[in-house]
């Protein structure tokens, strides 16, 4: 489900820019018949997949963030039912406020991601890796939903083929397939067996840091 500008939605920052009349805009349309009408948008940065994420601010300061997933709308049944499943084990998903084709309206985690706290703050690693660890604790000691494509080793090991694509365009073709070799074979020795839920894109950029809030509500997870 990854903050994109100052806080939900991957790295990076966009400038706010108007909302398009809703007759010329499905997504403006949408808003226009949500809770969020007349909010302010802002551009958030995107992922490695085709959805669009932006930051709605309401005047008095309330936000949320739209998901336009209308790329791929097959996604969305899939986000949905994850993020149902970790609300359900008492994880800090996204809730949903409102949902059209292949757009989502949903709750705004907060401003900051472990990643730029720690850059802020890293006198607190120990604290904010040690709420990472707990998170993942609880996540395996669930049983995963049914129905998951299982992450064999080789289907894990082919999912660092977006590094190359998206971040070192360049690498030798040859390192990066042995880098995928070497990766697929540790998994194959130490990890055979798919056995619990795992979430793909957990790492500091995805994780919402809430000091205020106690426990596993601490990090909000995106993506």
């Known amino acids: 489900m990854a903050e994109r500008a100052a806080g939900q939605g991957g790295a990076g920052s966009a400038a706010t820019r108007p909302a398009p009349a809703p ?29 669009r994420y932006e930051r709605l601010t309401a005047p008095d300061g309330r936000s949320a963030v739209l998901m336009d ?13 994850i993020a149902a499943h970790l609300r359900g084990l008492g994880l800090a998903a ?52 049914a129905g998951l494509a ?3 080793p080789q289907r894990l090991a082919g999912m660092i083929a977006p590094l190359w694509e998206h971040y070192l365009p360049r690498t030798d073709a040859r390192l990066a397939a042995g880098i995928g070799e070497g990766l697929q074979d540790a998994l194959e020795r130490h990890a055979p067996q798919p056995s619990v839920l795992s979430l793909r894109d957990f790492h500091a950029e995805n994780l919402i840091w809430r000091p205020q809030r106690e426990g596993l509500d601490r990090l909000g997870l995106l993506d």
């Open 23 to 51: 007759s010329d805009d499905p997504v403006a349309a949408f808003l226009a018949a949500s809770p969020c009408a007349g909010w302010r948008r802002q551009p958030l940065a995107g992922d490695a997949s085709a959805r």
């Open 150 to 152: 299982a992450l064999t």
């Open 69 to 81: 997933a209308r790329a791929e709308p097959a996604s969305v049944a899939p986000f949905l039912r």
């Open 94 to 145: 996204p809730a949903v406020l409102a949902e059209g084709e292949g757009v989502l309206l949903l709750e705004d985690l907060g401003p900051e991601t472990l990643a730029a706290r720690l850059a802020r703050r890293p006198g607190e690693a120990p604290q904010l890796y040690g709420a990472a660890v707990d998170l993942l604790l609880r996540l395996q000691a669930a049983p995963p939903p």
